[in-house]
Nanobody
């Protein structure tokens, strides 16, 4: 069983930056592709970024060039560096382990963290 704990959220002004962390328990972390999702009030949870076990990265179009996903397998941690934040980035951000298939569907992810709130003020 893998447990995920997100941290690093907070309140930031538009144009600012935050770095989210997702610490994972378990010895098999390095085998998983990992992803970040977000969920704004009243909206469905949506894919943000993913990183494979080999380090390939994927992003939703609206965050390309602003967000960077990375991982440190020695620390069992995946990161999301978020720059040039916009009010529309406001959401609870979740990390998850991928079990196969498209990154865009939450059903293709097995383990989830509890989420961390990101609020971007205008």
């Amino acid at each position: 069983q893998v447990q995920l704990v997100e941290s690093g959220g907070g309140l930031v002004q538009a144009g600012g930056s935050l770095r989210l962390s997702c610490a994972a328990s378990g010895r098999t972390f390095s085998r998983y592709a990992m992803a970040w999702f977000r969920q704004a009030p009243g909206k469905e949870r949506e894919f943000v970024a993913a990183i494979t076990s080999g380090g390939n990265t994927y992003y939703r179009d609206s965050v390309k060039g602003r967000f960077t996903i990375s991982r440190d397998n020695a620390k069992n941690t995946v990161y999301l560096q978020m720059n040039s934040l916009k009010p529309e980035d406001t959401a609870v951000y979740y990390c998850a382990t991928h079990r196969g298939g498209s990154y865009y569907y939450t059903s293709n992810f097995e383990h989830w963290g509890q989420g961390t709130q990101v609020t971007v003020s205008s």
